[in-house]
């Protein structure tokens, strides 16, 4: 088979499709995600009517957006997902974990069918042998005999049923289509040209010849497809308030006898008032077409709300209101940019304004303050539009670990808690490979064999639990294993194997972060799914990257636990402003622990090690930003007396600084994109007076006290 995006794009000359590819991508991909979230919570002993119909709407939505672009290899596979699942919510079929399986597998398929026609590339999927399972299912089983033909039959998008359907045959009817009321008349004449086009759905011929006062344009159409099939089609290109389906009665130029005519003792009023099949709220009797009465529920296609519209509600929206506005990310940055400059334009007036006179200057002054409020309010809101739900994370390990448990043969449950703790769509981005091998490691290397966990007393069924929450300005985000917990033992044995320098008199924290080390693994045997001695490392590396620190508290025979804590955003954040001769430099707030003047003869210097400050008989290194930076310097008596305490990656170091200038929230500009990697540093921003400050990196700070 060809490349289909050229040929969804040439399905109609009238009609340019591509400008709705990206919402059919974006929708096909949420509706999968949906349906694997369904089937993996799908009961199969007592499944639920509501979830089998939710799992068919979903497929049922793909395959019309994709009959609609001509994208056949979705539309077949989605076809035939459709026929058993309308099998299963008819209860015709018992359903299975093997029918669950091939669902799931055929989700995959999909998706990288969609990923394909999205221009991402990769080979033809090969779907055969999911296709002859699924018809397998169909055929055989416990089904019973069914008295009508399977509902959407006659509408299957694949290419060998693309014959002209302009016979009237068995199941077919007549119907009125109007459009409308439309601005651009010409607009509906090319839905017609699209309909033409995809031969399968009918034949469709105007009743009015195009001349319309009203601004309504009306249609015959001859189809064996239900209501919700056509519909599906015109509500993607128009709004579905402006589409209404009806039986066609005599009286349009029909003369007695004429192929496909409307019989004469048809009734020519509508007792469905423009309701559409299976609609809800539909009037008794009002079923005046011949659709199959398995469409027992509203699908969900391409556009979101299906609510009918009688006449009679004109004036009142027509849809249900849209809850969420899709915006590229572009946009959202370029705003967060503008906001960020405001930010700093608010901060630069409230400066130069401390020196005026708030008694002559009374009404400028309680401007400022209002705009300093509102400024932090805009941020803030902006800022929120960036965030997004841990859900959006945890939603992809319960079909993952799915697989991973069946592979090594182990039965586990995945429980969160906290999917509603929002989190900045960038680290969101890269926290997930993070958590997802954090998850995979607990899996095989946690939990235990079923029947080990019994030996041991333990129920055979293992548990995983993710957690996310706020503490403070941060996020932690726990990863917990009721398994076999790490044992000290065999990592010190291990950790000496590898060089690493591991004595008795380690604390249990210390021993645990061991696992940290590059190339260290307590895997017995190499699997493909971790064993590598590539991983723990790589996870705290990138976790570390974006300012955030991990955490391992363990028991041994109980389980474990991974603390991951992470910067709510990496946009903005509160720092703390540090003068060290003419510069000044920022601190982030969730570093800082504390600050106290120091004298000169408290520090102490140690052979070899450099110097160091004692501290509630503590002793921790002392860094001089002087010297790291090279500031020069012109009040020559000068003496540094203030130390600021900074924690990073497990260690504290001393800061030696002339004075603390005060505490902001400052914009974070990346210094790399903009210059060039400054070591010691991770950003800058603009001061209020317009200066540049650079953003310290402390776990940078702490990691040169050790070397």
């Not at 290419?159 to 409308?180: D, K, Y």
């Not at 917990?480 to 060089?499: H, M, P, T, V």
Request: glycine share 8%; with cysteine; aromatic share 4%.
């Amino acid at each position: 088979m060809g490349d289909m995006t050229s040929e969804g794009a040439s399905i109609s000359a009238g009609i340019d499709l591509s400008q709705f590819y990206q919402v059919f991508f974006e929708e096909a991909g949420e509706n999968l995600d949906n349906m694997e979230q369904l089937l993996l919570n799908v009961n199969v002993e007592s499944a639920d009517d509501e979830e089998l119909n939710a799992i068919f709407r979903c497929a049922h939505s793909i395959k019309g957006g994709a009959a609609t672009f001509g994208f056949s290899d979705v539309a077949e596979l989605t076809h035939q997902m459709e026929t058993l699942l309308d099998k299963l919510r008819r209860h015709e079929l018992q359903p299975n974990s093997a029918m669950v399986d091939v669902l799931l597998q055929s989700g995959d398929a999909l998706r990288a069918q969609l990923g394909r026609h999205q221009g991402s590339g990769g080979d033809v999927v090969d779907t055969t042998d999911l296709l002859v399972s699924i018809k397998s299912f169909v055929e055989g089983g416990n089904a019973a005999p069914s008295p009508s033909p399977a509902p959407k039959a006659a509408a299957a998008p694949a290419p060998a049923a693309a014959a002209p359907a302009a016979a009237a045959g068995p199941g077919t009817r007549l119907l009125e289509l109007q459009v409308g009321p439309l601005d651009d008349l010409s607009l509906a004449d090319n839905l017609v040209e699209l309909f033409k086009e995809i031969t399968d759905l009918g034949t469709i011929e105007p009743l009015d010849a195009g001349q319309s006062s009203d601004g309504m344009r009306r249609f015959k159409i001859l189809t064996s497809s239900t209501d919700n099939d056509l519909l599906d089609l015109f509500t993607f290109h128009v709004a579905r308030e402006q589409v209404k389906l009806m039986p066609l009665g005599t009286g349009f130029g029909f003369y007695e006898g004429a192929p496909g005519a409307p019989p004469a003792e048809a009734p020519s009023t509508d007792p469905g008032y423009g309701f559409f099949d299976d609609a809800p709220g539909v009037p008794a009797g009002a079923a005046v077409t011949a659709a199959p009465a398995a469409e027992a529920a509203p699908a969900a296609a391409i556009v979101p709300t299906r609510a009918a519209t009688p006449a009679k509600t004109e004036g009142k929206p027509a849809a249900m209101d849209q809850t969420t506005l899709r915006v590229s990310i572009e946009k959202v940055d370029q705003l967060i940019n503008l906001v960020g400059e405001l930010v700093i334009t608010q901060a630069m007036l409230a400066q130069n304004s401390r020196e005026l006179d708030p008694a002559l200057y009374q009404q400028l002054t309680s401007g400022l303050a209002d705009l300093e409020r509102n400024t932090r309010d805009l941020q803030e809101s902006v800022m929120s539009i960036r965030m997004i739900p841990m859900s959006t994370v945890f939603n992809r390990f319960p079909r993952m670990l799915r697989d991973l448990a069946a592979k090594l043969g182990k039965k586990v449950e995945l429980v969160t808690q906290g999917e509603a703790t929002e989190l900045d769509k960038s680290l969101v981005e890269k926290i997930t490979d993070p958590l997802t091998h954090l998850v995979r490691n607990s899996c095989d290397h946690g939990i235990e064999m079923p029947e080990d966990r019994v030996a041991r007393g333990k129920s055979e069924q293992g548990t995983i639990t993710l957690v996310a929450s706020h503490q403070g300005g941060s996020i932690v985000i726990e990863v917990r294993d009721d398994g076999r917990g790490l044992n000290r033992e065999k990592l010190i044995k291990k950790a000496r194997e590898k060089g690493i320098d591991a004595p008795d008199s380690m604390t249990d924290a210390e021993c645990w972060s061991l696992i940290f080390a590059p190339g260290f693994s307590t895997a017995d045997v190499v699997t493909d799914v971790s064993g590598r001695g590539v991983g723990m490392d790589v996870v705290k590396k990138n976790i570390t990257s974006l300012g955030g620190t991990v955490e391992i508290d363990s028991a041994e025979g109980y389980g474990m636990k991974v603390s991951v804590r992470l910067p709510l955003t990496l946009a903005i954040m509160d720092g703390m402003s540090v003068g060290v001769g003419e510069e000044c430099y920022i601190l982030p707030l969730s570093s800082v622990v504390e600050s106290f003047q120091v004298q000169s003869n408290t520090i102490k210097t140690v052979a070899g090690s450099g110097r160091v400050v004692e501290v509630r008989d503590e002793y921790m290194p002392v860094i001089e930003l002087e010297k790291v930076f090279e500031v020069p310097r012109f009040d020559f008596e000068h003496v540094s007396s203030i130390m600021v305490v900074v924690e990073a990656e497990g260690g504290r170091v001393a800061l030696l600084v002339d004075e603390l200038l005060g505490q902001q929230q400052v914009v974070v500009k990346n210094l790399e994109a903009n210059y060039r990697k400054v070591n010691d540093v991770s950003g800058a921003t603009i001061m209020g007076d317009g200066r540049v400050a650079l953003i310290l990196d402390v776990g940078s700070l702490v990691r040169r006290s050790r070397h």
